[in-house]
């Protein structure tokens, strides 16, 4: 362990009994939005009248029909915002994450485009997939609910380890697919590099049904700067004859309401024929009122969006700057870890996180150490599969629901329990 001084622990105890006799109860453990960002979209709630409720190619929104992808309006925002035809681009609820849980368990129970059902009794290997950690936790949970064995592949500044990523995929048919969160990843915030993406565009795969879903939740999510760019990985793939490899995800969950947004899929033509087999079964047809209303409230534009997204960041980049000053007050330098301290941290630019690694085998300890002071964070682990860290170190920070003050509160009461665990 590093040597940390016997004072400084001291007082981070002292600080510790503190905040355990204050009761406090703070939550830091998901990315939400807060009330003020939420509050900024109840226009949606007055976008459509009970006079003027038909889409621009004249569909009634109040009844079945109409085209399954989703109104052209917003199949056409959608497509900007993902750098695709409109055409390829699937329209639905406020989930991307049901978008994605029903592509995995489609593709076990009745196959891909270009291969077989990847579950079913004549399966006598586990279905595998690649999983950048650290990672989306409820990625990692479709995966275990249905069987599918998870091969975490490590991250880097520019994205997953693709030479481990071109091994597996390359040499062994049972791996048939990836999950990335690409842009302000989760929970790190890299964003993959354009040699990131072309690799996984181009590379070889045992498994000719293999599929990447490329989680695109961040999109829109830049608070720093100008947004990241992230190269078109569907265009790429298209170059090197892997078009039905994307399907690409994102959503307006956390642009809107949470739990009335919208979430859109995109895929190649022989992929989307696919989505639409089983969407036709699913459901008569999307919320058509829903997607009229933002596309009313966006004015029909991705310009709008990002105004709108603009709003967002003001709110949000000053809990990020809290975070990160807190942080670098309380434990830069501290300690001998590999000359970086008793714990390093992201700094994001966009996204809904920061990403913090103890000492190894500390992070869980620092997690229920802050929990009896009163401040919940996500469990120890969740970022990896099986919600097991090897090391035991990685911690994600969610700031955006809390106020400043209590996010300063939380962050240096956080820090103490890095030092105390630490310095044991």
């Known amino acids: 362990m590093p040597a940390i001084d016997p004072a400084i622990v001291e007082a981070a105890r002292g600080r510790y009994d503190a905040a355990r006799a204050a009761n406090l109860s703070l939550d830091m453990t998901r990315g939400k939005p807060s009330p003020e960002q939420l509050a900024r979209s109840h226009g949606l709630l007055r976008a459509v009248d009970r006079e003027d409720d038909r889409a621009g190619d004249g569909t009634d929104c109040r009844n ?90 490590g991250m880097g500044d520019d994205g997953p380890d693709m030479d481990e990523v071109a091994r597996l995929a390359g040499e062994d048919r049972n791996v048939k697919g990836m999950f990335c969160v690409p842009r302000y990843s989760n929970p790190t915030g890299v964003t993959y590099s354009d040699d990131v993406v072309e690799a996984i565009a181009g590379m070889p795969t045992a498994a000719p049904d293999f599929r990447v879903i490329w989680d695109d939740a961040y999109a829109l999510h830049a608070f720093e700067g100008e947004p990241d760019r992230l190269a ?34 995109a895929a190649s033509p022989g992929n989307g024929d696919w989505i639409r087999s089983f969407r036709s079964i699913q459901t008569i047809g999307p919320n058509k009122l829903n997607q009229l209303a933002h596309a009313r409230f966006f004015d029909g534009s991705l310009a709008s969006v990002r105004e709108h997204m603009r709003g967002h960041a003001e709110l949000i980049r000053p809990k990020f700057e809290t975070v990160l000053r807190v942080l670098d007050e309380s434990l830069e330098g501290l ?78 009461l956080l820090a103490d329990c890095v030092v105390l665990v630490g310095g044991q």
Not at 86 to 91: N, R
Request: aromatic share 8%; charged share 20%; hydrophobic share 40%.
């Open 64 to 153: 079945y029909g109409g085209d399954p992808r989703g109104l052209p309006e917003m199949r056409a925002i959608f497509g900007e915002i993902l750098e695709v035809d409109p055409d390829l681009v699937f329209v639905g609820g406020n989930a991307s994450l049901q978008w994605m849980h029903d592509l995995v368990v489609q593709a076990m129970l009745v196959g891909v485009p270009g291969g077989d059902p990847w579950g079913g009794p004549k399966r006598s290997t586990p279905v595998k997939f690649l999983c950048p950690c650290p990672g989306y936790d409820r990625h990692f949970s479709v995966l275990e609910r249905y069987g599918i064995e998870m091969l975490p592949i």
């Open 232 to 265: 078109n990985l569907y265009d790429r793939c298209v170059a090197h004859g892997h078009e039905d490899r994307p399907f690409i995800v994102t959503s307006f969950s956390k642009v809107t309401f949470g739990g009335a947004g919208l979430a859109a899929v």
């Open 335 to 412: 300690g001998s870890l590999e000359e970086l301290g008793v714990a390093t941290w992201s700094r994001p630019r966009g996204g809904y996180f920061v990403s913090l690694d103890t000492e190894p085998g500390c992070a869980r300890a620092v997690v229920e150490m802050a929990g009896r002071a009163g401040v919940k964070l996500t469990p120890a682990g969740a970022t990896f599969p099986y919600g097991i860290d090897p090391q035991d170190r990685n911690i994600r920070i969610a700031p955006t629901l809390p106020g400043l003050s209590e996010i300063e509160t939380a962050t240096r």
